[in-house]
C-alpha cells in the first residue's frame, strides 16, 4: 500500500512538471507583442507575421497582422482591403481598425467581410448613399461632408449621407452609389467583433487562450500566465 502510494505521488508529480514545462513553452513562444510602444497588443487568435510562430495564431489568414514601416498595426481583409488596427479589445472580442487615408467609402465598395470571422458592431449599422453635387459650388456648406475622399476630376463635389433626412435637399445631385449595412464611419474609424475562436471565459479568469489541437472543432483551452500555479495549467475546454 505504501509503495502505491509514493507511486501515484511521483506519477502526480511528474505530470504536474510536464505540465508545467509545456505551459512555459508555450508561454514562451508566443509571447505578447506590440508593433510599437503604444500599439494594441498583439496576442492569441492573433499574431504578427514575421514575429511570432503562425502556431501562436489561430489558423485563419485574417488573423495574422504585421507591423508597417512606420510600426503601425496592419489587418487586411477580403478582398485586398488594408486597415490600421488602434485596440484589440480580448475580453469582448472586438478590434477598433480605421483607414489611414480616411476613406472607409472606397473601402467599403471591395470589403467583404463574409469570407472573413469578423462581423461589425449592430449598434452602429446603417445604409450609406453618396452624392455627386458637381452642379453645385462649395459654397454649400453640406457639399464635401463626408466625401472629400471621394473627390476627383469627374465628381468635384461629392457627399455622403447617412440617413433619410440628410437628402432632402439633394434632389439636384446625382446619386453614385448606395452601400448597404455598413458602420457609421463618422468618428473615424469602426469596430469588428469575432465569435470564433471563443476565448472570453480565459480572458476573464486572467488566463491565455490557446488552440486546442487535439480536438477536430477547432475547440481552445485555457492556459495559466504564470506557469508557477502548475496545478490547473490546462483546463477549460471550449467550442
Request: charge should be negative; aromatic fraction near 10%; hydrophobic fraction near 35%.
Amino acid at each position: 500500500m505504501a509503495n502505491c502510494t509514493i507511486f501515484l505521488s511521483c506519477l502526480l508529480i511528474l505530470t504536474n512538471f510536464v505540465a508545467g514545462y509545456l505551459s512555459r513553452h508555450d508561454v514562451d513562444n508566443c509571447p505578447e507583442l506590440r508593433c510599437k510602444e503604444d500599439g494594441p497588443l498583439v496576442r492569441f487568435p492573433f499574431y504578427i507575421k514575421g514575429r511570432h510562430d503562425e502556431s501562436c495564431g489561430f489558423p485563419l489568414q485574417c488573423f495574422q497582422l504585421s507591423c508597417s514601416n512606420t510600426n503601425d498595426t496592419i489587418l487586411e481583409l477580403p478582398v485586398s482591403v488594408t486597415l490600421h488596427v488602434s485596440n484589440i479589445s480580448y475580453i469582448s472580442q472586438t478590434l477598433d481598425v480605421y483607414d489611414p487615408t480616411g476613406c472607409f467609402l472606397k473601402q467599403f465598395q471591395f470589403l467583404n467581410l463574409s469570407t472573413s470571422p469578423f462581423f461589425y458592431s449592430m449598434d452602429t449599422i446603417t445604409d450609406v448613399s453618396v452624392f455627386n453635387c458637381s452642379k453645385y459650388d462649395n459654397s454649400l456648406p453640406w457639399v464635401h461632408q463626408w466625401g472629400d475622399c471621394l473627390v476627383d476630376s469627374s465628381h468635384p463635389f461629392v457627399t455622403v449621407v447617412f440617413s433619410m433626412e440628410d437628402m432632402r435637399d439633394l434632389l439636384p445631385c446625382n446619386k453614385m452609389f448606395n452601400i448597404s449595412l455598413v458602420p457609421d464611419t463618422r468618428n473615424g474609424f469602426i469596430t469588428l467583433e469575432w465569435s470564433k475562436p471563443e476565448c472570453r471565459r480565459c480572458e476573464a479568469k486572467h488566463k491565455l487562450c490557446r488552440l486546442n489541437t487535439n480536438s477536430s472543432k477547432s475547440q481552445t483551452h485555457c492556459l495559466n500566465k504564470f506557469p508557477g500555479n502548475i496545478s490547473s495549467s490546462r483546463s477549460d475546454l471550449q467550442i
